[in-house]
């Protein structure tokens, strides 16, 4: 079983910046693409971006297009990602996850099959 272990999260003002790290260890499997979604209170969870595993193509979602990077080191099996210009509407349990799944959107929550425990990121005003 493969296992992610999310680091980073924190608390900090609008405007500005915080990264986050997503290492996968355990069992290797086929992934094809790693992404993150974030959940704010009495939300859903939504999509915010993926990177493709093999060939780093990316995807985001309109809100953080031009804040936030995503971005992998396939030799250390792990995604990051670089959120700038962060803003209180941020604020979300940020959870990272592996797409495994065919038959789905790279956006779609039913397409990742493992998650990781969550990191807390909170934007103050």
């Known amino acids: 079983q493969v296992q992610l272990v999310e680091s980073g999260g924190g608390l900090v003002q609008a405007g500005g910046s915080l990264r986050l790290s997503c290492a996968a260890s355990g069992r290797a499997f086929s992934t094809a693409a790693m992404g993150w979604f974030r959940q704010a209170p009495g939300k859903e969870r939504e999509f915010v971006t993926a990177?493709?595993?093999?060939?780093?193509?990316?995807y985001y979602t309109d809100s953080v297009k031009g804040r936030f990077t995503i971005s992998r080191d396939n030799a250390k099996n792990t995604v990051y990602l670089q959120m700038n210009s962060l803003k209180p509407e941020d604020t979300a349990v940020y959870y990272c996850?592996?797409?495994?799944?065919?038959?789905?959107?790279?956006?779609?929550?039913?397409?990742?099959?493992?998650w990781g425990q969550g990191t807390q990121v909170t934007v103050s005003s």
């Open positions: 990177i493709n595993w093999n060939f780093g193509y990316t």
């Open positions: 996850a592996a797409n495994t799944r065919t038959g789905w959107r790279i956006s779609d929550s039913e397409a990742y099959d493992t």
